[in-house]
């Protein structure tokens, strides 16, 4: 990917962290979804009282882009509130994505540094039986 877009990406998922209601972890998170087509659907984390309840960023940004109807992307960028800690997409959200690309791009930051992963990478044998 070109970094220009890379940047938008990461542009974006900062944007959407405003919008992240986390009044019980504390812990904002956004994330930007560059599909096929070329369009970016963001999202942030969505907190609950049950705590349980809570959906993460990535998969608000994922369903946005299922429920309009696309259906396979190219990269997510995701931006958190620690700046130290790469927010890695955690396991339920890789199964998620990886049901409609596998092979899709994970962009993270720690402090400055940019880290790209495949999702193959992140997460190998993921659950299909298709
Ligand atoms: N969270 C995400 O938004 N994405 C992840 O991949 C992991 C965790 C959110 C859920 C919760 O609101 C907060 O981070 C702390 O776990």
Not at 35 to 56: D, F, P, Q
Not at 85 to 91: A, K, S, V
Not at 102 to 121: C, H, R
Request: aromatic residues 10%; neutral net charge; contains cysteine.
């Amino acid at each position: 990917m070109d970094s220009r877009k890379i940047q938008e990406l990461l542009r974006k998922a900062n944007e959407a962290l405003k919008n992240s209601y986390a009044p019980y972890s504390g812990y904002r998170v956004g994330a930007a979804l560059l599909t096929k087509t070329g369009k970016v659907y963001t999202g942030s984390n969505i907190e609950n009282a049950s705590y349980g309840l809570t959906i993460c960023a990535e998969r608000v940004a994922l369903f946005n882009a299922v429920n309009e109807g696309e259906r396979e992307f190219i990269a997510i960028a995701i931006v958190s509130d620690d700046p130290s800690t790469p927010p890695f997409p955690c396991g339920a959200c890789r199964q998620v994505l990886a049901e409609f690309s596998p092979s899709m791009e994970i962009i993270v930051k720690k402090g400055d540094e940019v880290i790209i992963k495949n999702l193959k990478e992140l997460l190998p044998y993921s659950f299909d039986f298709k």
